[in-house]
Every structure is written in structure tokens, then in C-alpha cells.
């Protein structure tokens, strides 16, 4: 078990949490955490923003996304197994 402090920063109250628990989930500053409370206990659980490929690749460069010669003659090959069943 870990002891963390509440310290006081300007006008917030906050406590910091250890590196090796934000490793362990995988966690960073800026990482949005849900705050309840149950039993009189504090929970944080991590938020986990599910993207969709849409959202993905919005941020990828347009000339990434574009075919090379060698993807449109790997389209256009023939199949050479069961691909098309």
C-alpha cells in the first residue's frame, strides 16, 4: 500500500500518484481519470477513449493514405489461392 499526501496548489487541492502505478496502467499527464465515490472510498478509474478508424486516420497525413504503384498492382493481381471464397 502507498501513502500519498493532499498538498494544496494555488487554489486546488491535489495529491500526486506514483510513477509506477501510472506505468502500470499505462497512464500520462493529461490522462482523464473517473472520480467516485463508494463505501467512503475514493475511486479513480482510468477513462479509455475507444477511436474509431475514422478518428484514426483523420490524423494521419493525406499523402500516407495514398496507394503506391506496388498497392494498385497488389490489387489488381489475381488470386492465387482462396481468396475470393
Do not use: Y
Not at 502507498?2 to 506514483?18: D, E, F
Not at 510513477?19 to 473517473?34: A, D, M, P, R, Y
Request: charged share 20%; net charge negative; proline share 5%.
Amino acid at each position: 500500500m502507498t501513502q500519498v499526501a493532499i498538498r494544496q496548489s494555488g487554489g486546488a487541492n491535489i495529491i500526486s500518484l506514483p510513477k509506477v502505478i501510472l506505468n502500470t496502467l499505462h497512464l500520462q499527464v493529461g490522462s482523464n481519470l473517473e472520480l467516485t465515490l463508494e463505501d467512503n472510498k475514493i475511486i479513480l478509474r482510468p477513462i479509455i477513449k475507444k477511436f474509431t478508424l475514422e478518428e484514426l486516420l483523420a490524423g494521419s497525413p493525406k499523402q500516407a493514405l495514398a496507394l503506391t504503384e506496388e498497392d494498385k498492382q497488389w490489387l489488381d493481381a489475381p488470386a492465387v489461392g482462396k481468396e475470393n471464397q
